[in-house]
């Protein structure tokens, strides 16, 4: 490898932001290097959002066919292979990993694999194996992710106390699981390890689980978890681990009141903050919440020249997020200047039934001042759902009453993660409930229950119990 490689403009950081910002970079015609030194994809494709969801998938698949008598199928209920399981989860990871790298390749990106540092604004040097790279360059793009959080409780170093980043690497499915968390990671996974025969515990320190979601939709998640067999403990402030054999226990007070959870393995899911770089912070970059690199509209950072996207600048820290922002900081490095709309960016968690948001909820709207109107509807009530045996779950829409203008929605059933996206068009575009609930949909379809919703927000839902 050249011990100096000159191009307009150099990533720092192969993830969702960093590798879509090279790509984009090569499509508008600019000499791009993009410097990685562990796996491309980031954290999502190879230790979070691809992995999980490949082995939630089995999880599924076996949760479905256990109810398969309800549907006139007969037969011994099936048995999950954790090591088949976790075989197929690594040939997904691999598959599109290997597909970043072609990409990559395809538009004559230079990689670099090592170790990078932000020397100025026109230079990143690279440790690599073959030795030091320099990187001469015009522009810089900081994508450089985000990292578990880790709070200051005593026992929290012990070996059976893992992160959403380590505990993947399990060979054998534990028998008890103790969750410090009960966001969007440690539901995922509590859903996973209780679908795989765990003894699951859920300790979360907020009045409720998935303490960014609405409480009406948040409070439908806990029932359902709950019935499936997750135990929680909600308001409940974790003190310590203490090693127990070769396991754990795990202190906690919950309304002032002593408790404790046993466990042969403990899950650290509170949450991830931005790893930004230390070099950038001399170079004069200033941080804001959680540490978030503090960027402008157009994602460049206080130093002029240094542009961010990812979780590295904070806020929703989310792949699709990521991709947004590495596409709108490329360009504007690039010369354009364009922004991202915020309030159009879905959240998704990969429960089953599944749970999806956008916009504001109910509480927030109001707290902005507007006045609102909500519209609900039940899968229950959908004839897809009741098809497929799937009717836990409803979808809340909340408008503007005075200009029906729709402000948020938030589902919680079957799909909810593909039915979002319709409804995130409507966030983006200030579109009427109207709209909606005149648009016709397909039948029978999921999609429907967004339709129904909409139609009870002006008072004329027509399926509703």
Not at 90 to 109: C, M, P, T, W, Y
Not at 128 to 133: D, I, L
Not at 149 to 161: D, F, K, N, Q, S
Not at 275 to 281: D, G, K, Q, T, W
Request: one cysteine or more; proline letters at 4%; charged letters at 20%.
């Amino acid at each position: 490898m050249k011990l100096e490689v000159d191009v307009e403009v150099a990533i720092l950081g192969g993830g969702p932001a960093g590798y879509l910002a090279a790509v984009r970079a090569a499509q508008l015609g600019a000499r791009t290097a993009i410097v990685e030194q562990d796996q491309f994809g980031g954290v999502c494709l190879n230790r979070g959002c691809i992995p999980t969801k490949a082995l939630l998938r089995t999880v599924e698949i076996a949760a479905i066919a256990r109810k398969g008598q309800e549907l006139g199928v007969v037969g011994l209920p099936p048995m999950i292979d954790w090591t088949a399981g976790h075989s197929r989860k690594s040939r997904v990871v691999k598959s599109l990993r290997q597909g970043v790298e072609f990409l990559l390749h395809k538009d004559a990106i230079t990689i670099i694999k090592g170790q990078g540092f932000i020397v100025n604004p026109k230079q990143l040097d690279v440790e690599t194996a073959e030795g030091k790279v320099s990187v001469q360059c015009k522009k810089i793009l900081v994508a450089t992710g985000s990292e578990p959080m880790r709070p200051h409780i005593p026992g929290l170093e012990l070996p059976v106390v893992l992160t959403s980043d380590e505990i993947l690497s399990l060979e054998e499915v534990p028998q008890r699981l103790a969750i410090i968390g009960g966001g969007a990671i440690g539901l995922e996974f509590a859903q996973m390890f209780n679908g795989l025969g765990t003894k699951v515990s859920v300790i979360e320190m907020a009045d409720q689980i998935l303490p960014q979601e609405d409480a009406e939709i948040a409070g439908e998640v806990l029932k359902v978890l709950k019935r499936q067999g997750v135990k929680f403990f909600i308001a409940s402030a974790v003190s310590e681990v203490i090693a127990e054999g070769a396991g754990a226990k795990v202190m906690f007070q919950t309304q002032g009141k002593e408790n404790m959870v046993e466990a042969d393995h403990v899950l650290l899911a509170v949450g991830r903050k931005p790893a930004v770089p230390r070099e950038l912070i001399a170079l004069g970059a200033t941080t804001g919440a959680q540490g978030a690199l503090i960027v402008n509209k157009q994602l460049e950072t206080t130093v002029p020249g240094i542009y961010a996207a990812g979780d590295v600048t904070g806020g929703k820290l989310l792949a699709h997020k990521a991709y947004a922002e590495g596409r709108v900081a490329m360009e504007n490095a690039l010369g354009a200047n364009i922004f991202l709309n915020y309030d159009a960016i879905p959240s998704c968690v990969y429960l089953q039934p599944e749970l999806a948001s956008v916009g504001l909820d109910e509480k927030t709207a109001t707290a902005q001042g507007y006045e609102v109107k909500t519209g609900r509807f039940d899968f229950r009530s959908n004839g897809r759902a009741q098809c497929m045996g799937e009717r836990e779950g409803m979808v809340k829409v909340v408008t503007d009453k005075e200009s029906h203008v729709i402000l948020g929605a938030q589902l919680f059933g079957p799909q909810a993660t593909e039915l979002i996206s319709e409804l995130t068009l409507a966030v983006s575009l200030g579109i009427k409930t109207e709209v909606l609930a005149d648009l016709v949909h397909p039948h029978p379809t999921l999609s429907e229950v967004v339709m129904e919703a909409c139609a009870d927000a002006v008072g004329r839902a027509i399926h509703k119990g």
